[in-house]
């Protein structure tokens, strides 16, 4: 890729990481003043967003993308073109959105909040599709700074909001500015880069129907990935009520603060499988094995960190949010098969076996919202907790189970001692972290587990220098 790429993913990077520090610092702000029920019906008025944002794409986006990429010289046409189906999907989900707020019997209040949170969903339904645009331009500068603004001025009226009149409906609308603030520059970088006639839709009933075509397989992963996502908040609205969401909130938001990690590593990795899948086998086992080694290197220390200060972790957004502890103990375990999980994504579709994959998240989809149903009722919170942990251990071991009908001579056995190794490591610091947490407490435990951890992986012999020089590698593909 060309320098200009490499600095503007760089920079995306970056910013995508200070986003996730923002939200995160700004949610937890949020809880504390707001209170587990209003908290609870914050996160469910935005989780509904989510989920229905799928409706407004169908994953029109992710096929823009790659045509735009595959032709430039037709970008501003297939764009166009493409905007035609952006309008009626995008009132269809806020439609539908409506609609579900009406039949899943939320109060009047509530209701109001998911109509006031539609506004989101148009804005984001657009600065999502100019995006892809300028992705496929490979103008990736404009999102950087977009995605960070637009959570900054969220959190900065939000927090203003907060400490002057602490407002749920007030608190929408910041992050309707926010997203207002980020289709600006959206609409500014497609406007520079691709003129100002783009925004002219254009109809083309065949092109149409062919860009429909192509984009279900995105749409279909999409619903099934927005729905195992949500499902557990709306379920835990419906059985137990709003102020359980809130708990629930903290605990999902500890957890999900981390995915983006294993993101740069995969986005080398991809074109890595590509590369090798068909032309060196051995290169491919050994590639594989040893992203699966590094997944398992980061999530470990993560995941037993956070089970370990858990108790503490969720005091910060108040006392009002100490039962979250024992939620987040359960909820923080998924973090491990969600990332052994991206290596397997990306294999399979290098592999063209994106089919497969995508009835794998369906299942699990499935699965998730039927563990849902039988488990909160009867467990509470945690319920949802177990739900998660067991959909996404399925989602990673249905996933393994088709590695060796691409990765000829795989083997299960050695892979398993190699993690398990790491997962040694993790345990012994975790009883490590237990002496220092009883004698000296929570602060001075996190350093002293990081240190240990990374001794003991070096004493079970689960690193070595050329996984190292692998490491750095892989994480310089994912840049260049």
Not at 28 to 35: C, E, G, I, K, T
Request: glycine letters at 6%; charged letters at 10%.
């Amino acid at each position: 890729m060309s320098h200009k790429l490499a600095k503007n993913t760089f920079y995306l990077t970056l910013a995508s990481v200070g986003q996730k520090i923002i939200a995160f610092v700004y949610f937890l702000f949020l809880a504390r003043v707001m209170m587990p029920e209003n908290t609870g019906s914050y996160f469910l008025a935005t989780s509904l967003t989510m989920i229905f944002s799928v409706m407004t794409d169908i994953g029109i986006t992710a096929v823009l993308i790659r045509e735009i990429a595959k032709q430039p010289e037709e970008s501003k046409q297939f764009a166009q073109k493409a905007l035609m189906l952006k309008y009626p999907f995008t009132i269809i989900a806020v439609v539908g959105m409506i609609l579900a707020s009406h039949l899943l019997g939320y109060d009047y209040y509530l209701r109001s909040l998911i109509l006031i949170a539609s506004s989101i969903l148009i804005l984001d339904s657009f600065q999502v599709f100019f995006y892809g645009m300028l992705r496929g331009r490979q103008e990736l500068k404009y999102e950087s700074v977009g995605m960070f603004v637009g959570m900054f001025v969220t959190a900065l009226v939000g927090s203003f909001v907060l400490l002057t009149s602490p407002s749920l409906v007030w608190l929408i609308v910041a992050l309707a500015i926010g997203s207002f603030v980020n289709l600006c520059i959206s609409s500014y970088g497609v406007a520079k880069t691709f003129g100002t006639d783009v925004f002219s839709p254009i109809w083309d009933g065949v092109f149409l129907k062919k860009l429909m075509r192509l984009a279900i397989p995105f749409a279909l992963a999409a619903i099934f990935i927005k729905v195992y996502s949500y499902i557990d908040s709306i379920m835990i609205s419906k059985f137990l009520g709003t102020t359980e969401v809130g708990l629930y909130s903290i605990a999902y938001k500890f957890t999900y603060a981390f995915q983006f990690l294993p993101l740069a590593f995969v986005a080398g990795l991809y074109p890595s499988f590509s590369a090798t899948i068909s032309s060196d086998p051995v290169a491919l086992k050994k590639l594989f094995e040893r992203s699966l080694w590094y997944m398992m290197i980061i999530a470990v220390p993560i995941t037993f960190g956070i089970w370990l200060v858990a108790p503490e972790a969720v005091l910060m957004a108040g006392s009002s949010y100490a039962s979250a502890g024992s939620v987040l103990r359960t909820l923080v375990l998924v973090l491990i098969p969600i990332f052994l999980d991206f290596p397997v994504g990306a294999l399979l579709n290098s592999a063209d076996r994106q089919i497969t994959k995508t009835k794998i998240i369906g299942i699990t989809m499935i699965l998730n919202a039927g563990l849902n149903y039988l488990l909160i009722p009867t467990l509470g919170v945690s319920g949802a907790a177990y739900a998660a942990l067991f959909s996404f251990i399925f989602m990673f071991v249905a996933g393994m189970t088709r590695v060796p009908s691409i990765i000829k001579g795989f083997s299960f056995r050695e892979l398993g001692w190699n993690l398990g190794k790491i997962l040694f490591s993790g345990f012994v610091m975790l009883l490590i972290g237990f002496i220092i947490k009883d004698a000296f407490g929570w602060i001075l435990a996190v350093p002293v587990c990081a240190i240990s951890y990374v001794l003991l992986l070096f004493i079970t012999k689960s690193v070595h220098t050329d996984e190292l020089v692998l490491m750095k590698t892989l994480m310089g593909r994912s840049i260049k």
